[in-house]
Structures are given as C-alpha cells and as structure tokens.
C-alpha cells in the first residue's frame, strides 16, 4: 500500500514564509506532486517532482528527496489568498499514472 | 487554457436513485479519472480510464458504479442504487500521461447529495 503524512494545520502570517512537509511510503515511486484547494474547489496543480532537488515556480516552490521518501512545498511571501487546503500526491509507475493524496494541511494566513 | 469541466455541479438525489455524473477531459489527454472527495476528507482516487478501458480502479469503485466514454469526449460516472455514504464531491481530471509531465487537472467537480 502507500501512505502519505502531512501536518494538519499551518498558521502563518501575512508576507511570511511557511513549508510544509510531506513524506510517503510506496513501492513504485513515480514523483510528488502538489495541489491546493479552496473550500468548494477543485484541487488546483501546484508543482510536481520526479528528480531530487528545487522547482521554483513563482512564490512557490517545491522540493523532493527520493532517498528520505521526503518533500516539501515552500510558500513565500504569504498572501490572505494563500489560505487554503494544500495537499501532497504521490504516482506510482503503474498502467494508470494515478495520484494517491495525502490528508492535507490547512494553511491560515493572519493578517 | 484547456480545462475539464464538469456537469451538474450540484444534484440531489433520493437514495436508491441513479446518478449520472457528466465530465469532458481535456480534448488531447489520454487518462480520465474521477476521483471524489467526502466533506472534510482528503481526495480519494476511484477509477482510471485509458484506451477506453479501466486501467485501475480502488476498492470504494464496486459494481455500483460504471464508467463510459460514450464518444470522443465526454466522460461519464453513473452510481446505481444511491446511498447516503456516496453524498460527497466527485471530481472528474484528466492528463497527457508521461510525455506531459504526469499533470493531473482537475474539473469543478460535482457535488451529489443523496437524501
């Protein structure tokens, strides 16, 4: 099987930075992808990792570490808009390329 | 930008009803999903479609539910005999699969009540 652990909150203030962690346990590791979503929305694509390493898109970037089953999204320059639900997802290298979602972190961003 | 949509976005069913959930992928993709997401919860995956076949399905996609992709694009989800536990959002998304980086993209999704 596969499992992911995320932390389920985050409060942050405005114009901060914040990461949120992930990691996962699967057989078949594919890559980490991250989405964010908004009460009532759809899950919104953030950014994906299938190498080690930083992917900067923007104010976010998202960091994977294959060896420690471990990545992280960074959020710089927090916005109130920011405020959302943001959720790691692992694919596996299967027939159907799949995402497999963990619980999610609540992001608060005060003011 | 391409996007998936998604028909209704709210429907309430009585239980015992069948449902139909109505979605078009973006038109180049090749993968089709429909996930779904219980009030609070995280997204579950339930289905992979390609090459007009499941490809994968999970352990919540029992015979009551079917999938179709009755013409070249539309995709569709039908829950037969409703329950009150199938009350959640159902997310249709879609991707070019490898030579496109994997990138899964998500519809507005479909809320089902079920009363």
């Known amino acids: 099987g596969q499992s992911l652990e995320q932390p389920s909150e985050v409060t942050a203030v405005e114009g901060a930075i914040v990461q949120i962690n992930c990691t996962y346990q699967t057989s078949g590791f594919y890559g980490l992808s991250w989405y964010q979503q908004h009460d009532g929305g759809a899950p919104t694509f953030l950014s994906y990792n299938a190498l080690d390493g930083l992917e900067e898109t923007g104010r976010f970037s998202s960091f994977l570490s294959r060896s420690d089953s471990y990545g992280y999204l960074l959020l710089q320059e927090l916005q109130m808009k920011d405020s959302a639900s943001y959720f790691c997802a692992v694919s596996r290298m299967d027939s159907s390329y799949k995402l497999i979602f963990g619980s999610g972190t609540r992001l608060l961003v005060r003011p | ?115």
């Open chain 2, 1 to 115: 930008e391409p996007e998936v949509t998604q028909t209704p976005s709210h429907q309430v069913t009585q239980m015992g009803q069948e449902v139909i959930l109505r979605c078009v992928p973006i038109s180049n993709h090749l993968y089709f999903y429909w996930y779904r997401q219980i009030l609070g919860q995280k997204v579950e995956f339930l289905v992979s479609f390609y090459n007009n076949e499941i490809s994968e399905k999970s352990e919540i996609f029992d015979d009551q539910f079917s999938v179709e992709r009755p013409d070249g694009s539309n995709f569709t989800l039908k829950i037969r005999s409703t329950k009150l536990e199938d009350s959640a959002m159902y997310f249709c998304a879609s991707s070019g699969g490898a030579n496109s980086g994997n990138t899964i993209y998500f519809g507005e999704g479909s809320w089902l009540t079920v009363v």
